[in-house]
């Protein structure tokens, strides 16, 4: 099992970037899958999960309003629309995705890295000022 992350790269504050990731080797059409980040020198940080397509979507406090999480179960990939990118978002983005289905998949769990059983490789976001 793969999660491939991909899309991140250097933008300007203000601007806006897509991250993907895509799943090889199982299908995560019914699991949660999600979006964290860390920072040099930080501990990591949850941005975003998705409890399944067209599903209760989560965000952390510092990404609400800007960023969007959506997925596409058909190519097994999720989403992460950036907007107003703030220098402070600048880290490395991964992604995430839980190996079956919670039925009471909720706020607590979305951010909690350490449910999470697989992980992607990471794409560097970096945003100037």
């Known amino acids: 099992v793969q999660l491939q992350a991909s899309g991140g790269g250097l933008v300007q504050a203000g601007g806006s970037l897509r991250l993907s990731c895509a799943a090889s080797?199982?299908?995560?059409?019914?699991?949660?899958m999600g979006w964290f980040r860390q920072a040099p020198g930080k501990e990591r940080e949850f941005v975003a999960a998705?409890?399944?397509?067209?599903?209760?979507?989560y965000y952390g406090d510092s990404v609400k309003g800007r960023f969007t999480i959506s997925r596409e179960n058909a190519k097994n990939t999720v989403f992460l629309q950036m907007n107003s990118l703030k220098p402070e978002d600048t880290a490395v983005y991964y992604c995430?995705?839980?190996?079956?289905?919670?039925?009471?998949?909720?706020?607590?769990?979305?951010?909690?890295?350490?449910?999470?059983?697989?992980w992607g490789h990471g794409t560097l976001v970096t945003v100037s000022s």
């Open positions: 995430a995705a839980y190996s079956q289905p919670v039925v009471s998949f909720n706020t607590y769990l979305a951010g909690d890295f350490r449910k999470y059983d697989y």
């Open positions: 080797g199982r299908t995560f059409s019914t699991n949660p």
């Open positions: 998705i409890r399944r397509s067209g599903g209760n979507t």
